[in-house]
C-alpha cells in the first residue's frame, strides 16, 4: 500500500465514520517502532506504522486508523482528545477504533554475535559466544580459525 492509497482511505473512513473530513496528510513511517500511529499535534498529520498492515492486516490497520482519526477530530474540536479523555473514550467506542494498536514484531535478535571463519577452507562457525581460537581448529579441514 502507497502512501496515496493510505491518504485515500483515511479520507473515506473519515467520511464515513466521523461524518467529517480529513483534511491534513496520513502517511507511513517505518520510524514508528512500539505504536501502530501517531497523531501529531502540531502538524495534525497522521503516521501510520507500516507493520500494522506487513505484520497484522487491514482490519487492524483500520482500528489504528481510526484511534487517530479519534485524536485529530477532537483536537480539532478543542474537546477531549487525549486516551483518558471520556470525549476520546466515547469516540472510541462509537467508531470501533483499537484502544491499543498490536505491538509489532520485533526483529528476531541476531542469534549469533560472533562469525569465525577457516583460515584454510573458508568454512563460516556462527557462534553466540567466544570462542578460543587457539584451541579450536576447523571442523572440516583442521585449519586454523579466526574471528572475522
Ligand atoms: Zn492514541
Ligand atoms: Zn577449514
Given at each position: 500500500?502507497?502512501?496515496?492509497?493510505?491518504?485515500?482511505?483515511?479520507?473515506?473512513?473519515?467520511?464515513?465514520?466521523?461524518?467529517?473530513?480529513?483534511?491534513?496528510?496520513?502517511?507511513?513511517?517505518?520510524?514508528?517502532?512500539?505504536?501502530?500511529?501517531?497523531?501529531?499535534?502540531?502538524?495534525?498529520?497522521?503516521?501510520?506504522?507500516?507493520?500494522?498492515?506487513?505484520?497484522?492486516?487491514?482490519?487492524?490497520?483500520?482500528?489504528?486508523?481510526?484511534?487517530?482519526?479519534?485524536?485529530?477530530?477532537?483536537?480539532?474540536?478543542?474537546?477531549?482528545?487525549?486516551?483518558?479523555?471520556?470525549?476520546?473514550?466515547?469516540?472510541?467506542?462509537q467508531?470501533?477504533?483499537?484502544?491499543?494498536?498490536?505491538?509489532?514484531?520485533?526483529?528476531?535478535?541476531?542469534?549469533?554475535?560472533?562469525?569465525?571463519?577457516?583460515?584454510?577452507?573458508?568454512?563460516?562457525?556462527?557462534?553466540?559466544?567466544r570462542?578460543?581460537?587457539?584451541?579450536?581448529t576447523?571442523?572440516?579441514?583442521?585449519?586454523?580459525?579466526?574471528?572475522?
Open positions: 500500500m502507497t502512501d496515496e492509497q493510505l491518504q485515500q482511505m483515511v479520507v473515506e473512513i473519515s467520511q464515513r465514520d466521523f461524518q467529517q473530513p480529513f483534511l491534513h496528510q496520513a502517511y507511513f513511517n517505518a520510524r514508528l517502532r512500539t505504536t501502530g500511529g501517531r497523531y501529531q499535534l502540531e502538524s495534525h498529520n497522521i503516521d501510520i506504522n507500516p507493520k500494522m498492515l506487513t505484520d497484522f492486516n487491514e482490519a487492524t490497520l483500520l482500528g489504528v486508523i481510526k484511534h487517530e482519526l479519534c485524536h485529530y477530530h477532537l483536537h480539532l474540536a478543542h474537546r477531549g482528545y487525549r486516551h483518558r479523555d471520556t470525549d476520546f473514550k466515547r469516540l472510541l467506542a467508531v470501533g477504533g483499537s484502544r491499543y494498536a498490536p505491538t509489532p514484531k520485533q526483529k528476531t535478535t541476531q542469534a549469533y554475535r560472533y562469525l569465525y571463519q577457516c583460515q584454510r577452507c573458508g568454512q563460516r562457525y556462527y557462534r553466540k559466544r570462542m578460543d581460537t587457539t584451541r579450536y576447523c571442523g572440516r579441514c583442521r585449519g586454523p580459525i579466526r574471528l572475522v
